[in-house]
């Protein structure tokens, strides 16, 4: 369980016990609902990382609602978003093997997260990733409930796919943006798992592709 679940839990539960001495009994059955709510809310299960070579992860749980082309660094890209509700987990991950380049947060909106204008107008944070030499983009994006991104990770920290970088509290929407050279390997309306879901395979850089011809050619000669 994520550590804000047990801080509001706890705080419930005392809540509880002082409107029971006040107000009754029957009373502290709200607070004590409330607070099951938030411990069920943070859950963090463990997951299983698939080990697939240039294999992308889903960053969270939730339903892919675009897949679609778009620009990344001025150059053709392509976007995975991905929805969640309250009743997923909220806990986020690193969808691929890398080095952190660079983590921005913009203050925004609260649009719900199904809104196609939230992805530039909500509150977000933008993760970069370095994932030898292929860029991927992380987007953690707040909707309509959600009042607070976390990020745990710094820039020029490591990262291995799956690890848990962050958490986006209630409702809320994450983005995948790869490279146009991707493999996509989910489509809209698909339900995915944080950490054990493949959403694309990276495609290889020429010169990792020319490296086993290399060798071969090396051997033969």
Known sequence: ??????????????????VGWL????????PVVVAGFFLWFFRDPE??????????VSPADGKVTHVES??????PGQRISIFLSVFD???????VRGV????????????????PRCAECNEQNTVTIDAEGRTVVLKQIAGILARRIVFT??????VERGERVGLIKFGSRTDV?????????VKAGDRVKGGASILAYLSRAPSELSAPAAARAKEGS
């Open 100 to 115: 952190v380049r660079g983590a921005h947060y913009q203050p925004g909106k609260f649009l719900n997260a199904m809104n």
């Open 23 to 30: 107000a009754g009994p029957i009373w502290a059955l709200i």
């Open 70 to 75: 778009i620009e990344l660094e001025g150059k």
């Open 153 to 158: 990770k710094k820039i020029g920290d490591p």
């Open 47 to 56: 997951r299983t990382i698939p080990s697939q070579p240039d294999a992308v």
């Open 89 to 95: 987990v909220h806990v986020n991950r690193s969808p």
């Open 1 to 18: 369980m994520v550590r804000e679940g047990y801080y509001y839990g706890f705080v419930l539960l005392v809540s509880a016990v002082l």
């Open 177 to 185: 943006l790869l490279e146009a050279s991707a493999e996509i390997q």
